[in-house]
């Protein structure tokens, strides 16, 4: 970069990756295509990946991120310089920072069945020259995961010194340690669980409903036309409710009306503080994701039990080679501490390094993203016995 | 009742208060409306109501059960002899039950703004000929109080022995004995609170939204059409999840797959027990609740504040002379036991004869419509010492 005359908003961001930019890898091409867990074909297959730092010599300094129902590609840095916000854990991937970028290679790629540059259900189907829709097939987190491993492979990567992601990122660093065990040296699974409870299942079936209740959704064919902009804008509202803590929304929102509003206007518009944070948040949802996407990766949540490809959890576990960093958040009542209680007994039944830690914070399931400092120092802690 | 030739549901309800009928009173006839919280007037007003058992001579046993979102009139019994279920508090009323009607004389009415024959936005507004929909005004908690108080005149009631309800029927109870002290000598608020939290608020703005984001809804005005049955259906789902505990839908579901299917179909259709049951549910709804019933009663929680009409929830409880027995259910996560705790200390700091237990029940917020032997053990024993 040069300075520039007009000040970028790069300057924003002390301690930034910097300008960076998405990439694409393409495989799978037919008749090679991956073979899914459902038995179907899928390819070619394209991910949108960003990488950050550089990969050392040895190539044994590369960490994973795995990323969350709505995330994508872009963990860090800016991809113009004129970007209104920077990455979705642009505090934890930079120099100095939690994963550091100049110890560490970064790699973080956008899932198969997303929106954001990799295959997904509003990707060409080359069969038809028409986005697949629902004729995209149903993705697992095996799936996922699989199609990581043809990136890593791609970047010449044998064996990644870390996997780490929150909530649905942590089940594919779980699926990641057990599929691949002599590829993970250390799994960092947060806020997360080795398979969905009812409830899980129960909220992400209500998003699914909001979503093909919509008119707008056509079966899936809504490609070039608003599509189901309220289902999913309700289905974004449930999310948000589930990733805040009662704490959280407290003493965000209370019982506080917006602002300028003196008493109650007695109709059904947005008065509250926190109506009109889900309304913002659930229709700012509709202009960044596919309502598609948010059904395939869902479902591919509520599918996920890491022992069922294997016997169990436990033989399961038993085959995995790296240490263990699970980190629960007090207050998350989506995928609560007793869930990580459960994986850490299961990890210690199987014999494996585990390190636990429960942080202590009001912020929810969203306290993985937002704990950044505490996160940080953990991570940094249970790295340092065992350097790249 | 004479014995009949074809068997009859009722022989199915041992210790029930039989065949009831539902009546109906009208006030409020212009020019004398109520006048509402929000200022606008409302009349005429009907409440349907049903009442079981003998008011005595001193008209001293009254009980009034006041009802939550979803309930009505029709809390015990059967209105005719081939009603699929009895009514749904049947466990608690009846002879020698928790609510004894060989002893008192339970009364139940519909809330205004309901849709089970108390004047709501599906009445017949006088002024158009036409159902109200959303000209019907907001009414709050204030209102529906207001609103039984007339009927407990009609009745020619003065004081009632007590006033029992959960949820929302727990904060009329809690607006009963605030705003006519001297007519409530037990005051029973099971599973409530004097406020809601923002997550309370929240989950009601998201079945609003799922509602009124239905183009079926059409503004309001969707009578004589189907409706907006998709959106009032994901209401009810979310609601659901919401009146059952973790727990109780891991017990009751877990991951479970629905009948006759062995593996995942991989596709969107329901396939998990728990999806199936709040499909069933949600479907259910439809056929017998009014959205627009939703929507009114959702805001009036909403805007339900117990001491802002007192200057706070001090001197609003010091105007109360009833007994109090505050009951929680110890898994309820939607009126948490945190939440009845805080109303048991501003009773006592207002020096209230309060008695508070936390029944233990993994049943969710459902628990106290479920756990009706433990509660009407409770409410016997804290009868005792009063009786009428």
Redesign the interface.
């Known amino acids: 970069m040069t300075a520039a005359a007009t000040p970028s908003r790069l300057d924003l961001d002390p301690g930034s990756v910097g300008l960076v930019q998405t990439e694409y890898v393409t495989f799978a091409e037919p008749p090679e295509e991956m073979i899914l867990t459902?038995g179907?074909r899928l390819g070619p297959v394209t991910l949108a990946y960003e990488t950050y730092g550089e990969l050392n010599a040895a190539r044994s300094n590369a960490i994973l991120v795995v990323h969350a129902l709505s995330g994508n590609a872009h963990v860090a840095g800016r991809n113009s310089p004129d970007d209104r916000k920077p990455g979705w854990w642009d505090d934890m991937v930079g120099p100095g920072k939690g994963l550091d970028t100049s110890r560490y290679f970064v790699i973080c790629s956008n899932i198969i069945g997303g929106c954001h540059g990799s295959t997904g259900p509003n990707s060409t189907n080359p069969a038809t020259g028409k986005p697949y829709a629902?004729e995209f097939?149903?993705v697992t987190i095996q799936d996922m995961v699989a199609a990581q491993a043809r990136l890593i492979d791609h970047l010449g990567i044998d064996r990644l010194y870390g996997v780490i992601g929150g909530s649905m990122g942590g089940m594919q660093v779980l699926q990641w340690a057990v599929a691949y065990p002599e590829r993970v040296r250390h799994a960092l699974p947060l806020a997360t669980t080795h398979?969905?409870?009812?409830?899980g299942?129960?909220?992400d079936?209500?998003g699914?409903?909001?979503i093909?209740?919509?008119?707008g959704w056509r079966g899936g064919n809504y490609y070039g036309t608003p599509g189901p902009a309220?289902?999913l804008?309700?289905a974004r509202?449930?999310g948000?409710?589930t990733y805040?803590s009662?704490e959280a929304?407290?003493r965000?929102?209370?019982?506080r009306l917006q602002q300028e509003q003196d008493d109650?206007h007695?109709?059904?518009d947005?008065e509250?503080s926190?109506?009109t944070y889900?309304?913002y948040h659930?229709k700012g949802f509709v202009g960044r994701f596919d309502a598609n996407s948010y059904?395939y990766i869902t479902?591919a949540m509520?599918?996920f039990?890491l022992g069922a490809d294997w016997g169990g959890i436990g033989p399961a576990l038993a085959r995995t080679r790296a240490r263990f960093l699970v980190v629960a958040i007090s207050s998350d009542?989506l995928f609560?501490t007793i869930r990580s209680r459960k994986l850490v007994s299961h990890l210690q039944a199987a014999g494996r390094d585990v390190t636990f830690v429960e942080i202590d914070s009001s912020a929810g399931h969203d306290g993985f993203l937002v704990e950044t400092e505490k996160m940080a120092a953990l991570i940094e802690a249970f790295f340092a016995p065992d350097p790249p």
Chains 1, 2 share one sequence.
């Open positions: 459902s179907a629902l097939p149903v398979r969905l409870t009812a409830q299942i129960a909220f079936a209500v699914r409903n909001a093909m209740a919509d008119p309220h289902g804008a309700v509202m449930v948000h409710i805040l009662e929304m407290r965000k929102f209370g019982r109650y007695y109709g059904f947005s509250f926190v109506e889900l309304d659930g059904l479902r509520d599918y039990d009542w609560p």
